[in-house]
Protein backbone atom coordinates (compact mmCIF):
# COMPACT_ATOMS: atom_id res chain seq x y z
CA UNK A 1 0.00 0.00 0.00
CA UNK A 2 2.82 1.92 0.99
CA UNK A 3 4.34 1.78 -2.44
CA UNK A 4 1.13 2.57 -4.60
CA UNK A 5 -0.69 5.33 -2.33
CA UNK A 6 -0.06 8.54 -2.65
CA UNK A 7 -0.38 10.81 0.58
CA UNK A 8 -3.47 13.47 -0.06
CA UNK A 9 -1.16 16.15 2.01
CA UNK A 10 1.76 16.91 4.56
CA UNK A 11 1.37 15.10 8.03
CA UNK A 12 -1.20 12.57 6.85
CA UNK A 13 -1.23 9.44 9.04
CA UNK A 14 -1.43 6.00 7.50
CA UNK A 15 -1.52 2.39 9.84
CA UNK A 16 -0.14 -0.35 7.44
CA UNK A 17 -0.36 -4.62 8.49
CA UNK A 18 2.34 -6.02 7.22
CA UNK A 19 2.78 -9.65 6.33
CA UNK A 20 4.44 -10.29 9.63
CA UNK A 21 1.44 -9.07 10.83
CA UNK A 22 2.70 -5.57 12.95
CA UNK A 23 1.10 -2.81 12.64
CA UNK A 24 3.44 0.33 11.52
CA UNK A 25 2.72 4.27 11.55
CA UNK A 26 3.54 6.16 8.85
CA UNK A 27 3.92 9.98 8.02
CA UNK A 28 3.33 11.14 4.45
CA UNK A 29 5.88 13.71 3.73
CA UNK A 30 5.12 16.25 0.90
CA UNK A 31 8.66 17.24 -0.03
CA UNK A 32 10.28 14.29 -0.46
CA UNK A 33 6.69 12.22 -1.62
CA UNK A 34 7.37 9.56 0.73
CA UNK A 35 5.87 8.03 3.21
CA UNK A 36 8.28 7.75 6.51
CA UNK A 37 8.03 5.35 9.04
CA UNK A 38 7.05 6.70 12.53
CA UNK A 39 6.52 3.76 14.44
CA UNK A 40 5.33 0.28 15.18
CA UNK A 41 2.58 -1.33 17.53
CA UNK A 42 4.52 -4.62 18.73
CA UNK A 43 1.58 -5.80 21.18
CA UNK A 44 -1.75 -5.96 22.06
CA UNK A 45 -2.95 -7.88 25.62
CA UNK A 46 -6.72 -8.86 26.19
CA UNK A 47 -8.89 -11.14 24.65
CA UNK A 48 -11.88 -10.36 27.03
CA UNK A 49 -10.87 -13.20 28.85
CA UNK A 50 -9.14 -11.57 31.88
CA UNK A 51 -8.59 -8.07 33.04
CA UNK A 52 -5.18 -6.74 32.71
CA UNK A 53 -4.00 -4.32 35.28
CA UNK A 54 -2.07 -0.36 34.48
CA UNK A 55 -1.17 1.70 37.14
CA UNK A 56 -3.61 -0.05 39.77
CA UNK A 57 -6.68 -0.15 37.21
CA UNK A 58 -8.01 -3.15 35.49
CA UNK A 59 -8.79 -2.77 31.60
CA UNK A 60 -9.62 -5.40 29.12
CA UNK A 61 -6.86 -4.13 26.76
CA UNK A 62 -3.55 -3.04 27.59
CA UNK A 63 -1.72 -2.41 24.29
CA UNK A 64 1.88 -1.55 23.16
CA UNK A 65 2.57 1.01 21.03
CA UNK A 66 6.56 1.10 19.92
CA UNK A 67 6.87 5.38 18.86
CA UNK A 68 10.47 5.38 18.74
CA UNK A 69 13.24 2.87 18.31
CA UNK A 70 15.52 2.18 21.74
CA UNK A 71 12.91 3.43 24.06
CA UNK A 72 10.07 1.92 25.94
CA UNK A 73 6.66 1.32 24.30
CA UNK A 74 3.77 3.72 25.53
CA UNK A 75 0.88 1.76 27.15
CA UNK A 76 -2.42 2.33 25.39
CA UNK A 77 -5.31 0.63 27.98
CA UNK A 78 -8.70 0.27 27.24
CA UNK A 79 -12.07 -1.10 28.55
CA UNK A 80 -14.42 -2.28 25.84
CA UNK A 81 -17.11 -0.08 27.84
CA UNK A 82 -15.10 2.97 26.65
CA UNK A 83 -15.15 5.01 23.51
CA UNK A 84 -12.30 4.37 21.15
CA UNK A 85 -12.75 7.91 20.70
CA UNK A 86 -11.98 9.15 23.82
CA UNK A 87 -9.36 6.50 24.70
CA UNK A 88 -7.73 8.07 21.38
CA UNK A 89 -7.79 11.42 22.33
CA UNK A 90 -6.35 10.80 25.78
CA UNK A 91 -3.66 8.88 24.32
CA UNK A 92 -2.43 11.14 22.09
CA UNK A 93 -2.76 13.60 24.60
CA UNK A 94 -1.54 12.36 27.40
CA UNK A 95 1.79 11.47 25.32
CA UNK A 96 1.84 14.72 23.87
CA UNK A 97 1.37 13.13 19.68
CA UNK A 98 0.15 14.89 16.98
CA UNK A 99 -4.45 15.11 16.87
CA UNK A 100 -3.66 14.16 13.77
CA UNK A 101 -3.32 10.69 14.64
CA UNK A 102 -6.67 10.81 15.68
CA UNK A 103 -9.33 9.18 13.89
CA UNK A 104 -6.09 6.53 13.08
CA UNK A 105 -5.74 5.32 16.78
CA UNK A 106 -9.40 5.31 17.36
CA UNK A 107 -9.71 2.92 14.50
CA UNK A 108 -7.00 0.75 15.25
CA UNK A 109 -8.62 0.05 18.55
CA UNK A 110 -11.96 -1.00 17.49
CA UNK A 111 -10.27 -3.23 14.61
CA UNK A 112 -8.43 -4.53 17.41
CA UNK A 113 -10.91 -5.45 19.56
CA UNK A 114 -13.80 -6.49 16.64
CA UNK A 115 -15.86 -8.72 18.34
CA UNK A 116 -14.91 -8.33 22.09
CA UNK A 117 -18.15 -7.63 24.40
CA UNK A 118 -18.01 -5.79 27.57
CA UNK A 119 -17.99 -8.22 30.16
CA UNK A 120 -17.23 -11.62 28.46
CA UNK A 121 -15.77 -12.44 31.61
CA UNK A 122 -18.18 -11.67 33.90
CA UNK A 123 -22.10 -11.73 34.51
CA UNK A 124 -23.85 -9.38 32.68
CA UNK A 125 -24.29 -5.98 34.83
CA UNK A 126 -27.75 -5.46 36.05
CA UNK A 127 -30.06 -3.28 33.83
CA UNK A 128 -30.41 0.43 34.07
CA UNK A 129 -33.12 1.79 35.80
CA UNK A 130 -35.68 3.51 33.60
CA UNK A 131 -36.05 7.02 34.98
CA UNK A 132 -39.75 7.21 33.93
CA UNK A 133 -40.75 3.49 35.16
CA UNK A 134 -41.31 1.49 31.68
CA UNK A 135 -38.01 -0.68 32.37
CA UNK A 136 -38.23 -1.68 28.54
CA UNK A 137 -39.46 0.80 27.05
CA UNK A 138 -39.78 0.96 22.71
CA UNK A 139 -36.99 3.48 21.63
CA UNK A 140 -37.59 4.23 17.87
CA UNK A 141 -34.51 2.75 15.80
CA UNK A 142 -33.86 -0.20 18.26
CA UNK A 143 -34.16 -2.22 15.20
CA UNK A 144 -33.53 -0.23 13.01
CA UNK A 145 -29.71 1.35 11.55
CA UNK A 146 -27.02 -0.57 13.43
CA UNK A 147 -23.60 1.38 14.01
CA UNK A 148 -20.92 -0.19 12.50
CA UNK A 149 -18.86 -0.68 15.90
CA UNK A 150 -22.00 -3.09 16.75
CA UNK A 151 -22.85 -1.08 20.02
CA UNK A 152 -25.53 1.40 20.25
CA UNK A 153 -23.99 5.16 21.70
CA UNK A 154 -27.71 6.67 23.37
CA UNK A 155 -28.71 6.88 25.92
CA UNK A 156 -25.35 7.80 27.45
CA UNK A 157 -24.74 6.39 31.16
CA UNK A 158 -21.41 7.53 32.67
CA UNK A 159 -20.83 11.25 33.78
CA UNK A 160 -17.57 12.31 32.02
CA UNK A 161 -14.92 14.60 33.98
CA UNK A 162 -11.77 16.89 32.47
CA UNK A 163 -9.24 16.24 34.71
CA UNK A 164 -6.31 18.59 32.25
CA UNK A 165 -3.34 20.38 32.99
CA UNK A 166 0.11 19.77 35.17
CA UNK A 167 -0.51 20.31 38.82
CA UNK A 168 2.93 21.41 40.06
CA UNK A 169 3.34 23.67 36.89
CA UNK A 170 -0.14 25.55 38.26
CA UNK A 171 0.68 25.90 41.88
CA UNK A 172 4.81 26.58 40.78
CA UNK A 173 2.75 29.62 38.47
CA UNK A 174 0.78 30.90 41.05
CA UNK A 175 3.41 31.35 44.02
CA UNK A 176 5.30 33.56 41.36
CA UNK A 177 1.97 35.48 40.25
CA UNK A 178 1.60 35.70 44.13
CA UNK A 179 5.15 37.46 44.79
CA UNK A 180 5.08 39.61 41.41
CA UNK A 181 1.74 40.76 43.06
CA UNK A 182 3.09 41.39 46.12
CA UNK A 183 6.29 43.00 45.06
CA UNK A 184 4.05 45.40 42.65
CA UNK A 185 2.03 46.63 45.38
CA UNK A 186 -1.06 45.45 43.40
CA UNK A 187 -2.55 43.16 46.64
CA UNK A 188 -4.39 44.01 49.45
CA UNK A 189 -3.03 42.27 52.64
CA UNK A 190 -6.44 40.82 52.70
CA UNK A 191 -5.57 38.60 49.14
CA UNK A 192 -1.98 37.47 49.95
CA UNK A 193 -1.42 33.64 50.32
CA UNK A 194 0.60 33.28 53.55
CA UNK A 195 3.94 30.67 53.84
CA UNK A 196 1.27 28.16 55.40
CA UNK A 197 -0.90 28.48 52.74
CA UNK A 198 1.70 27.49 50.06
CA UNK A 199 2.52 24.41 51.89
CA UNK A 200 -0.84 22.94 51.66
CA UNK A 201 -0.88 24.12 48.08
CA UNK A 202 2.30 21.99 47.50
CA UNK A 203 1.27 19.06 49.23
CA UNK A 204 -1.97 19.33 46.86
CA UNK A 205 0.27 17.98 44.13
CA UNK A 206 0.50 14.62 45.43
CA UNK A 207 -2.60 14.32 46.23
CA UNK A 208 -3.56 15.25 42.85
CA UNK A 209 -1.14 12.57 40.99
CA UNK A 210 -2.22 10.03 43.65
CA UNK A 211 -5.55 10.44 43.27
CA UNK A 212 -6.74 12.47 40.36
CA UNK A 213 -10.40 10.95 40.58
CA UNK A 214 -10.73 11.99 44.69
CA UNK A 215 -7.73 14.34 45.63
CA UNK A 216 -9.61 14.95 48.75
CA UNK A 217 -8.82 18.04 49.41
CA UNK A 218 -8.54 19.83 52.80
CA UNK A 219 -10.73 23.13 53.82
CA UNK A 220 -7.57 25.20 53.85
CA UNK A 221 -6.26 24.55 50.69
CA UNK A 222 -9.90 25.15 49.00
CA UNK A 223 -9.92 28.65 50.76
CA UNK A 224 -6.53 29.63 49.44
CA UNK A 225 -7.02 28.71 45.49
CA UNK A 226 -10.58 31.13 46.40
CA UNK A 227 -8.79 33.30 47.60
CA UNK A 228 -6.90 33.74 44.35
CA UNK A 229 -9.93 33.38 42.12
CA UNK A 230 -11.90 35.82 43.78
CA UNK A 231 -9.45 38.90 44.69
CA UNK A 232 -6.51 39.07 42.17
CA UNK A 233 -6.38 40.61 39.20
CA UNK A 234 -8.31 38.31 36.27
CA UNK A 235 -5.25 37.27 34.33
CA UNK A 236 -3.35 35.73 37.57
CA UNK A 237 -6.50 33.49 38.37
CA UNK A 238 -5.89 30.97 35.63
CA UNK A 239 -3.51 28.76 37.30
CA UNK A 240 -5.55 28.72 40.65
CA UNK A 241 -9.16 28.41 38.73
CA UNK A 242 -7.75 24.81 37.13
CA UNK A 243 -6.53 23.92 40.00
CA UNK A 244 -10.34 23.97 41.87
CA UNK A 245 -11.27 22.57 38.48
CA UNK A 246 -9.88 19.38 39.43
CA UNK A 247 -10.58 19.38 42.67
CA UNK A 248 -14.79 19.51 41.81
CA UNK A 249 -14.24 15.43 41.25
CA UNK A 250 -14.37 15.21 45.33
CA UNK A 251 -17.23 15.34 47.66
CA UNK A 252 -14.58 16.64 50.31
CA UNK A 253 -14.35 20.03 47.88
CA UNK A 254 -18.46 20.51 47.27
CA UNK A 255 -18.32 20.01 51.09
CA UNK A 256 -16.01 23.13 51.85
CA UNK A 257 -17.70 24.71 48.91
CA UNK A 258 -21.28 24.41 49.41
CA UNK A 259 -21.68 24.73 52.93
CA UNK A 260 -23.97 27.36 53.81
CA UNK A 261 -26.34 29.99 52.04
CA UNK A 262 -24.11 29.88 49.10
CA UNK A 263 -22.64 27.01 46.54
CA UNK A 264 -19.27 27.39 44.50
CA UNK A 265 -21.05 28.03 41.55
CA UNK A 266 -22.42 31.41 43.67
CA UNK A 267 -18.66 31.97 44.45
CA UNK A 268 -17.70 31.78 40.80
CA UNK A 269 -20.49 33.97 39.48
CA UNK A 270 -19.44 36.78 41.97
CA UNK A 271 -16.00 36.59 40.66
CA UNK A 272 -17.03 37.56 37.58
CA UNK A 273 -15.15 34.24 36.04
CA UNK A 274 -18.12 33.37 33.97
CA UNK A 275 -17.97 36.82 31.94
CA UNK A 276 -17.88 36.82 28.07
CA UNK A 277 -14.39 38.22 26.45
CA UNK A 278 -12.51 38.61 29.86
CA UNK A 279 -8.22 39.41 29.18
CA UNK A 280 -8.26 35.31 28.80
CA UNK A 281 -11.14 33.07 27.73
CA UNK A 282 -8.99 30.43 30.59
CA UNK A 283 -11.12 31.64 33.05
CA UNK A 284 -14.07 30.57 31.71
CA UNK A 285 -12.89 27.56 30.46
CA UNK A 286 -11.50 26.15 33.88
CA UNK A 287 -14.95 27.16 35.65
CA UNK A 288 -16.99 25.29 32.61
CA UNK A 289 -14.75 22.49 33.35
CA UNK A 290 -15.67 22.47 37.25
CA UNK A 291 -18.90 22.48 36.80
CA UNK A 292 -18.91 19.65 34.61
CA UNK A 293 -16.31 18.14 37.24
CA UNK A 294 -18.97 17.98 40.15
CA UNK A 295 -20.69 15.86 38.47
CA UNK A 296 -18.26 12.95 39.37
CA UNK A 297 -20.05 12.40 43.27
CA UNK A 298 -23.56 12.23 44.47
CA UNK A 299 -23.13 15.21 46.64
CA UNK A 300 -21.97 17.21 43.72
CA UNK A 301 -24.44 16.03 41.39
CA UNK A 302 -27.34 17.36 43.69
CA UNK A 303 -25.20 21.09 43.87
CA UNK A 304 -25.16 20.63 39.77
CA UNK A 305 -28.96 19.97 39.57
CA UNK A 306 -30.39 22.31 41.94
CA UNK A 307 -28.01 24.88 40.21
CA UNK A 308 -29.92 23.58 36.80
CA UNK A 309 -30.95 27.30 35.86
CA UNK A 310 -27.96 29.59 37.46
CA UNK A 311 -25.61 27.45 35.21
CA UNK A 312 -27.37 27.10 31.95
CA UNK A 313 -27.59 30.88 32.36
CA UNK A 314 -24.52 31.92 33.54
CA UNK A 315 -22.71 29.24 30.45
CA UNK A 316 -25.38 29.94 27.58
CA UNK A 317 -23.64 32.73 26.49
CA UNK A 318 -20.37 30.67 25.23
CA UNK A 319 -23.08 28.29 23.28
CA UNK A 320 -23.45 30.90 20.36
CA UNK A 321 -19.99 32.53 20.62
CA UNK A 322 -17.65 30.24 22.09
CA UNK A 323 -14.50 32.22 22.40
CA UNK A 324 -11.94 28.80 22.09
CA UNK A 325 -11.89 25.07 21.15
CA UNK A 326 -11.19 24.04 25.27
CA UNK A 327 -14.28 26.26 26.13
CA UNK A 328 -16.84 24.48 23.02
CA UNK A 329 -15.60 21.24 24.20
CA UNK A 330 -16.18 21.68 28.20
CA UNK A 331 -19.35 23.50 27.46
CA UNK A 332 -20.38 20.08 25.17
CA UNK A 333 -19.14 17.74 28.01
CA UNK A 334 -21.18 20.33 30.42
CA UNK A 335 -24.46 19.48 28.58
CA UNK A 336 -23.20 16.05 28.39
CA UNK A 337 -23.56 15.58 31.92
CA UNK A 338 -26.75 17.34 32.30
CA UNK A 339 -28.41 15.37 29.59
CA UNK A 340 -27.33 11.74 31.26
CA UNK A 341 -28.32 13.66 35.07
CA UNK A 342 -32.35 14.50 33.62
CA UNK A 343 -32.22 10.88 31.88
CA UNK A 344 -31.48 8.71 34.59
CA UNK A 345 -32.32 8.16 38.27
CA UNK A 346 -35.91 10.47 38.05
CA UNK A 347 -39.12 9.45 39.76
CA UNK A 348 -41.78 9.17 37.12
CA UNK A 349 -43.53 11.69 39.39
CA UNK A 350 -41.15 14.20 38.14
CA UNK A 351 -41.10 13.63 34.58
CA UNK A 352 -42.79 16.92 33.98
CA UNK A 353 -40.32 18.92 35.45
CA UNK A 354 -37.60 17.04 34.42
CA UNK A 355 -38.82 17.32 30.50
CA UNK A 356 -39.19 21.09 30.97
CA UNK A 357 -35.42 21.10 31.77
CA UNK A 358 -34.74 18.94 29.34
CA UNK A 359 -36.21 21.10 26.55
CA UNK A 360 -34.08 24.64 27.52
CA UNK A 361 -31.35 22.20 27.35
CA UNK A 362 -32.06 20.81 24.03
CA UNK A 363 -32.54 24.98 22.86
CA UNK A 364 -28.85 25.69 24.24
CA UNK A 365 -27.38 22.36 22.76
CA UNK A 366 -29.07 23.38 19.03
CA UNK A 367 -27.24 26.71 19.57
CA UNK A 368 -24.25 24.96 20.06
CA UNK A 369 -24.70 22.42 17.14
CA UNK A 370 -25.96 25.63 15.11
CA UNK A 371 -22.92 27.88 15.66
CA UNK A 372 -20.59 28.93 12.98
CA UNK A 373 -17.56 29.90 15.80
CA UNK A 374 -13.96 28.89 14.05
CA UNK A 375 -13.31 27.33 18.00
CA UNK A 376 -16.47 24.48 17.22
CA UNK A 377 -14.79 22.20 14.97
CA UNK A 378 -13.67 19.90 17.62
CA UNK A 379 -14.77 15.93 16.56
CA UNK A 380 -14.75 14.93 20.10
CA UNK A 381 -16.84 17.86 21.58
CA UNK A 382 -19.19 17.26 18.40
CA UNK A 383 -19.91 13.75 19.30
CA UNK A 384 -20.51 14.82 22.82
CA UNK A 385 -22.81 17.42 21.94
CA UNK A 386 -25.14 15.53 20.21
CA UNK A 387 -24.67 12.30 22.97
CA UNK A 388 -26.40 14.81 24.82
CA UNK A 389 -28.96 15.82 22.24
CA UNK A 390 -29.68 12.04 21.91
CA UNK A 391 -29.76 11.07 25.59
CA UNK A 392 -32.38 13.40 26.00
CA UNK A 393 -34.62 11.89 23.35
CA UNK A 394 -35.00 8.79 25.17
CA UNK A 395 -37.19 10.29 27.77
CA UNK A 396 -40.27 9.80 25.88
CA UNK A 397 -42.67 9.32 22.77
CA UNK A 398 -44.44 13.09 23.76
CA UNK A 399 -41.17 14.69 24.42
CA UNK A 400 -39.59 13.37 20.92
CA UNK A 401 -42.61 14.69 19.53
CA UNK A 402 -42.57 17.82 20.70
CA UNK A 403 -39.00 18.41 20.27
CA UNK A 404 -38.53 16.78 16.32
CA UNK A 405 -39.19 19.84 14.39
CA UNK A 406 -36.32 21.74 16.00
CA UNK A 407 -33.73 18.99 15.84
CA UNK A 408 -34.52 17.96 12.23
CA UNK A 409 -32.84 21.76 10.95
CA UNK A 410 -30.54 21.61 14.00
CA UNK A 411 -28.80 18.04 12.59
CA UNK A 412 -28.80 19.78 8.69
CA UNK A 413 -26.71 22.74 10.50
CA UNK A 414 -24.66 19.82 12.86
CA UNK A 415 -23.65 17.59 9.04
CA UNK A 416 -22.23 20.39 7.90
CA UNK A 417 -19.60 20.35 10.37
CA UNK A 418 -15.77 19.02 9.47
CA UNK A 419 -16.25 16.82 12.28
CA UNK A 420 -19.46 15.55 11.63
CA UNK A 421 -17.69 12.75 8.75
CA UNK A 422 -15.93 11.02 11.65
CA UNK A 423 -17.48 7.19 11.89
CA UNK A 424 -18.67 7.98 15.72
CA UNK A 425 -20.22 11.24 15.15
CA UNK A 426 -22.17 9.99 12.18
CA UNK A 427 -23.33 7.18 13.85
CA UNK A 428 -24.55 8.88 16.84
CA UNK A 429 -26.58 11.01 13.77
CA UNK A 430 -28.11 7.79 12.61
CA UNK A 431 -29.10 6.64 16.17
CA UNK A 432 -30.66 10.60 16.87
CA UNK A 433 -32.53 10.31 13.54
CA UNK A 434 -33.97 6.48 14.37
CA UNK A 435 -35.40 8.18 17.74
CA UNK A 436 -37.40 11.06 15.54
CA UNK A 437 -38.79 8.73 13.27
Known sequence: ALQTRTGERDGQQLFIRENSGDVTAHLWSASTNQWNLIGTVVAGEGSGASKKEYNGKEYDYVFDIDIEDGKPPLKLPY??????????RKFLENNNLPMTYY??????IQDNTKGARIGQQDQPPPQQHDPWGTERRYRPGDAGHSSTSGERKLPQRT???ILEGNAQNAINKIAESAKQLKDGGKLDPVSYLSEEDFGALNALVNQLNQSPQDPHPT????????TAVSKWPRQQRVPALAILARLAVSPSFVSSTCA???TIIDTLSQAGVFEQRQETANNAVHAIRLLLNLFASDSGRLIADGAFDTVTKLVRPFAAEPESPAQYKALATLYLNYAILLASNAPSTESASREARAEVLVIDIANVLECESPHAGDPDALFRTLCALGTLLTLGDKFRAKMKGGIAGTLHFANAKPG???????EVMQEIRDELR
Request: aromatic content about 8%; hydrophobic content about 45%.
Open 260 to 262: GEK
Open 79 to 88: NLSESAWDVA
Open 103 to 108: EQVANW
Open 420 to 426: AQMPNVK
Open 219 to 226: DGQVAALL
Open 159 to 161: YVN
